[in-house]
Structure formats: structure tokens, C-alpha cells
T-cell receptor, first 114, second 114 residues
Framework: RKEVEQDPGPFNVPEGATVAFNCTYS??????FFWYRQDCRKEPKLLMS???SGNEDGRFTAQLNRASQYISLLIRDSKLSDSATYLC???????????????FGTGTRLTIIP | DGGITQSPKYLFRKEGQNVTLSCEQN?????MYWYRQDPGQGLRLIYY???????QKGDIAEGYSVSREKKESFPLTVTSAQKNPTAFYLC?????????????FGPGTRLTVT
């Protein structure tokens, strides 16, 4: 099993809709998780961090399910500007409680359709 | 204006030449990282450094070398031993924010070797 796995998509969603995608992780000792947004040919930018059950920031909600070992990202009232690739990341490589290393998923591509 | 800078943005080299990519940060972060991104493969860790004068190999260190002589700087050398050097190279640093550490990325260097 890969350390971090994401559905690559693409997700094509009409503007205004709600979209959610998941990311599974294998290291049950992981304490914190991250969602990054990456636009085409740009660097990933940190979108949200998830430390407990979840985190909400405006239209974005990240949730953590420790029992099933996945994190999810929910985008409400999607905008055209939300079109991007979303990467999840989890601590990787042995006992990594300090997040010294992160393992990234391959990303989920989201396109918002007008 | 704090952040991570990488230069140059685009770099072209002939096969067989070594090339050094620059990464500088003024965020006062202790840990710095180098990743490589290829289409469809996500981010892969090349090297990381948690403190000055110390660094560790990541998952794909072969054909690369680094140094960490200053806290602000973490240059990456792509040697002629790297079989497939053409890629998007991303530098990151890690800072403590609130509860846990978070990684932030520079704008990247796109290297093409022909």
C-alpha cells in the first residue's frame, strides 16, 4: 500500500457545486496532515492543515478520519478559480511525529466548469 | 518580505554537465527540503536538512548532492550521474505554526537537460 494515495481525477464539477475528495494514508501514527493547492506549472501552496478531527476555512473543510485512515477536502460553492490540482501530504518515513518529512499524494485534478 | 526564493526559474543544460540550483529562505526556518516533480508522479524527496551542516538523503538522492553551510541557503547540485535530470525542482522549508510544523515551497526551477 502506498503511504499516501489520492484519486487522480479529473473531477469536472459545475460552478457552484460542492465537491469532495479523499486521501488515504498508511502510517497510523501520523498526527497531522496537509492539503496543498497547485496551479499548473506553479509551486504547491499550503491550503489547510488538519491536526484533529477537522478544520474549516471559509468554503473549504478538511476532515480527518483516523479509524479509516483518510483525510478529505470539501469545497462548497465552487468557483472557477478553484480549478487546480490538490495534493495531500502526511508525515512519512518511520516515526515522524515532528513532520520532519512529508509524503505527498500524486494529486487530484479539479476543473470547475462554468 | 519573507519567503523562499529559487533561481533561476528556467535552466537549460547539456547532458554531462553538473548544474547547481539555488534556494534561499529568510523565514528563519531550520529545516529545508528539495523535491523533484515529474508529470503524474507527484513530489519525491531528494534531500533534506534539519540543521546547518547536516543533511539526509531522501527517497531519490542518487545523482544529486547538497550542502547546508548557512541556515538561509540549501543549494542542490544535479550531477551528470543523474540519469533523468529533466524535471521541476522544488525547494521547501519547514516552520512551526501554532500546533505543528508546516512546509512551504519556493517557486521552483524547471530544469531541462538535452
Amino acid at each position: 500500500r502506498k503511504e499516501v494515495e489520492q484519486d487522480p481525477g479529473p473531477f469536472n464539477v459545475p460552478e457552484g457545486a460542492t465537491v469532495a475528495f479523499n486521501c488515504t494514508y498508511s502510517n497510523s501514527a501520523s498526527q497531522s496532515f496537509f492539503w496543498y493547492r497547485q496551479d499548473c506549472r506553479k509551486e504547491p501552496k499550503l491550503l489547510m492543515s488538519v491536526y484533529s478531527s477537522g478544520n474549516e476555512d471559509g468554503r473549504f473543510t478538511a476532515q480527518l478520519n483516523r479509524a479509516s485512515q483518510y483525510i478529505s477536502l470539501l469545497i462548497r460553492d465552487s468557483k472557477l478559480s478553484d480549478s487546480a490540482t490538490y495534493l495531500c501530504a502526511a508525515p512519512g518515513g518511520g516515526t515522524n511525529f515532528g513532520n520532519e518529512k512529508l509524503t505527498f499524494g500524486t494529486g487530484t485534478r479539479l476543473t470547475i466548469i462554468p | 518580505d519573507g519567503g523562499i526564493t529559487q533561481s533561476p526559474k528556467y535552466l537549460f543544460r547539456k547532458e554531462g554537465q553538473n548544474v547547481t540550483l539555488s534556494c534561499e529562505q529568510n523565514l528563519n526556518h531550520d529545516a529545508m527540503y528539495w523535491y523533484r516533480q515529474d508529470p503524474g508522479q507527484g513530489l519525491r524527496l531528494i534531500y533534506y536538512s534539519q540543521i546547518v551542516n547536516d543533511f539526509q538523503k531522501g527517497d531519490i538522492a542518487e545523482g544529486y548532492s547538497v550542502s547546508r553551510e548557512k541556515k538561509e541557503s540549501f543549494p542542490l547540485t544535479v550531477t551528470s550521474a543523474q540519469k533523468n535530470p529533466t524535471a521541476f525542482y522544488l525547494c521547501a522549508s519547514r516552520g512551526y505554526r501554532g500546533t505543528f510544523y508546516e512546509q512551504y515551497f519556493g517557486p521552483g526551477t524547471r530544469l531541462t537537460v538535452t
